[in-house]
């Protein structure tokens, strides 16, 4: 049964930084397209970061300037590293991964198979 498990979320002033990790059992990181998702209250999930088989990134535009998504293969983790945090990313972020053809890229919540429950971030002005 794969797991996902989010990790590092907290509460910072903006400006500051967090990293998440998201490890994955019986999934390897290394096989599949993985992506962050947010969700702020009332809002729709949105996803934030993805990854592909080939390590092509892409983030959406309001975040590209400041955060990263990245993988560590032998640690079978997933990261989204956050600098220069602003009051407007303050949401629950998920973790979320689906097995993927080679060059696949991207993909909207109904394409991720797995999720994880959600670690919270909160940033205040």
């Known amino acids: 049964q794969v797991q996902l498990v989010e990790s590092g979320g907290g509460s910072v002033q903006a400006g500051g930084s967090l990293t998440l990790s998201c490890v994955a059992s019986?999934?390897?990181?290394?096989?599949?397209?993985m992506a962050w998702f947010r969700q702020a209250p009332g809002n729709r999930r949105q996803g934030v970061a993805h990854?592909?088989?080939?390590?092509?990134?892409n983030l959406i535009a309001s975040v590209e300037d400041r955060f990263t998504i990245s993988r560590d293969n032998a640690k079978n983790t997933l990261y989204l590293q956050m600098n220069n945090l602003k009051p407007e990313d303050t949401a629950t972020y998920y973790c979320?991964?689906?097995?993927?053809?080679?060059?696949?890229?991207?993909?909207?919540?109904?394409?991720?198979?797995?999720w994880g429950q959600g670690t919270q971030v909160t940033v205040s002005s």
């Open positions: 990854i592909n088989r080939r390590n092509y990134t």
């Open positions: 979320a991964a689906r097995y993927c053809a080679l060059g696949s890229r991207g993909g909207t919540m109904n394409d991720y198979d797995f």
């Open positions: 019986e999934f390897r990181v290394s096989d599949g397209c």
